[in-house]
Structures are given as C-alpha cells and as structure tokens.
C-alpha cells in the first residue's frame, strides 16, 4: 500500500524524521540524530538537506541543527525566539514565525500550529527562553499533508487542525512522561481524524514507555486507522 503518495517519510528514531519529497527535496524534522541512540549511525550524517523544521528549542529535537544548516546550507524553520537565537550561532538561512502562519518553500507549505509542552535553549549553564513549544502541517508537492506534533499532551484544538489542515499523516509522540501516553495519543487520532499514524517519542530512554502495540489496540474499534509501527531507520512510502 502506498501511503506517501510518490514521497518517503523515514523515522531516525525519538521524533526525529526526513521526508524525500516527490520534487525531490529533503526535509528534516527536529534532527536530534548524532546523541539520539536510537538513530541508526548510518543516520547521523546525513550528506544534504533542503530544509530543517525545530518543533521547540530543547536539546532532543533541536539536536543538530546547528551542524547540519552550515553544512548543508539547508534553510531552518523555526518559532521567531529560537531562530534569533540560531542567528548568534551562525545560522542566518533561517526563517522565524509563529502559530497560525504559513511558510512556503518552493511549492511546499509549511504550517506551525499549537502544541502544548515546554520549551528552553540550553546554552552553556543557562537556560533561556525558546519561545513556546509548536507542531508543523507540511504540504507536500503532490498536497500530501503530515503533521508532525512535536512534544505535546493532547488539546481539544487538535480537532482544528484536522478540521483546518485534513492532514493524511500523524507523527505522534506517545512514550508518556515528557509527552502524550499511547491513551491520550489515541484520542488525538479521532480528534484529528487521521486514518494513518506513525508514533514517535518512545523508547529512546528508560523513561518513555509508550508502545505502538498500546496505541493499535486502544483504536481496535477504528479499523479505519493503520498505526505504521517503524523502527528507526524504516521508512513509509
């Protein structure tokens, strides 16, 4: 079954994920890759990117941005206070905006919507403040749409951005903890209206302990939904 409808979608493990668009762009979400354990070192270093989503400025999903935009010159998206931030560190190819806003690249549109989590940049011994924590609907060439979620709990305005942006994909932590549980993940799936999922955010640490088995069976009575059960480096096409 084709899902992706031409593109590719490949987790590298905890929330991070490259898409290979139709068009034939690369785009990174929150590339928490060289520290994370769970991405594959075949993974880590990834030799080009066209674009790089930061769903909040803390260390798991900004990761390595700051590497990868200088050295592949791919252009950064990001909340306004995390990219004046990335500024100071050398990262000007870069892109600040807010919730509700769309941002277009070429013929891609990128959409940062509401999440609810925390966000703070460690930098040194300091933590400073990121600008709050966000989600992203990305069009696709082809009008695929997948909607990364970031960290969040599940909120009753998901049913907006289902009703807003009909997204075909749902990137949804649920390791529990830090984010969503596979319960709550289960009813942001019927508040979205999504009938594909890929959960993420789960297993990298001890801590998160949220399965995919979990959240299949908590939507056994929507057969409409298939929950992708990836591993990282896997990918859906």
């Known amino acids: 079954m084709s899902v992706m409808n031409g593109g590719s979608l490949t987790w590298l493990g905890h929330a991070a ?5 139709e068009g034939g762009k690369t785009i ?3 590339p928490f890759l060289k520290n994370n354990p ?3 070192p075949a993974l880590q270093s990834p030799a080009r990117c066209d674009l790089i989503l930061v769903t909040h400025a803390h260390g798991d999903h900004l990761g390595d941005t700051i590497p990868l935009a200088v050295r592949t010159g791919a252009h950064v998206v990001a909340i306004v206070e995390l990219v004046q931030w990335l500024a100071t560190k050398g990262v000007t190819n870069a892109t600040g905006m807010n919730k509700g806003g769309t941002y277009s690249f070429g013929e891609i549109a990128v959409t940062m ?25 990305v069009r ?47 009813k942001a799936v ?9 959960p993420m955010h789960m297993g990298t640490f001890p801590v998160l302990t949220g399965t995919a ?22 990918s859906l096409r």
């Open 113 to 137: 919507v509401h999440a609810l989590h925390s966000s703070s940049i460690a930098d040194g011994r300091h933590a400073l403040y990121g600008g709050e924590a966000a989600g992203f609907v």
């Open 38 to 40: 769970a991405c594959p």
């Open 17 to 21: 994920f490259r898409i290979d668009t």
């Open 190 to 198: 019927r508040l979205l209206g999504v009938q594909h999922v890929v």
């Open 28 to 30: 990174l979400i929150d």
């Open 140 to 186: 696709l060439e082809n009008g695929f749409r997948v909607y990364h979620a970031g960290d969040t709990c599940v909120f009753s305005d998901m049913a907006l951005i289902g009703e807003l942006y009909q997204p075909d994909l749902a990137l949804l932590p649920i390791g529990d903890h830090y984010t969503m549980s596979p319960r709550e993940a289960a």
């Open 213 to 234: 088995g979990q959240l299949r069976e908590l939507l056994a009575d929507s057969p409409e939904v298939t929950v992708h059960d990836l591993q990282p480096g896997e």
